[in-house]
């Protein structure tokens, strides 16, 4: 079933086209494929700091993302076996300009291979469509198409999404692109270590020059714990247009309706 309704998903998304390169965001996160059980929901908590970004908004009237809090709880239900759906709600900021800010909402489609977690290669594709408040994007609507590749070498694992960010107007050469890399050491099944990569390269029809792409580099760690999973990291930015130093926290529990948590 994945094979049939993900490239035709991916079909129907890429008619859809981007938004300007945005500093400021709600989720730093690199996905692995890996989905909520059938029945099962999840909760993940997400929150970055930025304590020494950049000073002025990406465009006017926006935010700017410098000593600012950006956050967001996901609720993720496991529909089947390849499929999860999730509510992103509320996106919220805290700044020292605006003060407590609520930024949007969004939701997400992401279908994958079963049991990724278990095999050696993994493929999905995640789907987010976004409502947007003028002071965090200067486009009402938007969404994300995230392809989802990665090795699982045992200890190590490689992850890659070649993420294409759109808003709805223009044609696919305007697609911005904006992947995120993974690569992490799994010391034991509840602890890992890992690199990140964020960037943005601006629009497929108009790359930037290197010193105006955003580039960041993330060292980061996972430990899942007996009552939620914790990934934490810091990072640090490559080039002028990025943020200097951001600090990432994401809390996740699932809540399985047929045992007792």
């Keep these: 079933m994945l094979k049939l309704v993900a490239p035709t998903a991916l079909t129907l998304a890429l008619l859809a086209v981007p938004a300007v390169a945005l500093a400021q965001t709600d989720e730093i996160q690199v996905y692995t494929g890996?989905?909520?059980?059938?029945?099962?929901f999840n909760l993940t908590w997400h929150n970055n700091f930025t304590p020494d970004g950049i000073k002025?908004?990406?465009f006017p009237g926006g935010l700017s993302n410098n000593r600012n809090l950006n956050g967001v709880t996901e609720w993720a239900y496991g529909v089947n076996e390849w499929f999860e759906a999730g509510l992103y709600l509320p996106l919220y900021s805290i700044s020292d300009a605006r003060g407590p800010t609520i930024n949007g909402g969004k939701i997400r489609l992401l279908f994958a291979e079963p049991h990724a977690d278990d095999r050696k290669f993994v493929y999905a594709v995640n789907f987010e469509f976004s409502w947007n408040s003028k002071h965090w994007d200067p486009r009402r609507y938007t969404s994300e198409i995230r392809p989802i590749i990665g090795w699982h070498?045992?200890?190590w694992d490689i992850i890659v999404n070649p993420i294409l960010d759109n808003s709805w107007t223009g044609g696919v050469k305007s697609l911005d692109f904006a992947p995120a890399t993974r690569v992490a050491y799994n010391l034991n099944p509840k602890w890992a270590v890992a690199v990140e990569e964020y960037?943005?390269?601006g629009m497929l029809r108009d790359i930037l020059p290197a010193h105006d792409q955003f580039h960041q580099l993330y060292a980061v760690f996972d430990h899942s714990a007996k009552w939620f999973d914790i990934e934490a990291g810091i990072g640090f930015g490559l080039t002028s247009a990025?943020?200097?130093v951001t600090?990432?926290?994401m809390l996740s529990r699932d809540f399985n309706p047929k045992t007792k948590n």
């Design 199 to 201: 960037a943005d390269y």
């Design 242 to 244: 990025t943020d200097k």
């Design 247 to 249: 600090l990432k926290l």
């Design 153 to 155: 070498l045992r200890p």
């Design 56 to 58: 002025s908004p990406a």
């Design 34 to 40: 890996a989905i909520a059980e059938p029945g099962v």
